[in-house]
């Protein structure tokens, strides 16, 4: 097919959708649309409740607690760490000969 016949196609198509009354509804013959398949939502008798919002305060002191536990594991961890670099550079130093 040459683009001259495709967009022969296209022209033509678009001329009949132009001469053709609108479609709505089930209308469109053997095309579903989607209101042919939605009802509309019931109507709701009362507001949902709106989601509690927590305490500024409370929600502060939860987020620093848990700031504060993951501190003192890091802490711990470097602690450890830094005492085990301090003692491998003291046997290292002792392990030389003396400088005179």
Do not use: C, N, W, Y
């Not at 053997?30 to 305060?57: N, S």
């Not at 848990?66 to 670099?85: N, S, Y």
């Amino acid at each position: 097919m040459t683009d001259k016949d495709l967009f022969g196609k296209a022209d033509g198509l678009m001329r009949r959708h132009a001469l053709a009354p609108p479609a709505t509804g089930s209308d469109t013959g053997a095309v579903p649309i989607l209101t042919d398949f939605i009802e509309a939502p019931p109507a709701q008798t009362a507001p949902a409740a709106a989601p509690a919002t927590p305490d500024p305060h409370d929600l502060t002191a939860v987020v620093m607690a848990k700031v504060e536990e993951r501190l003192a594991v890091e802490m711990e961890r470097v602690r450890r760490e830094l005492a085990g670099t301090v003692a491998e550079a003291l046997r290292e130093a002792l392990s030389r000969p003396p400088v005179k």
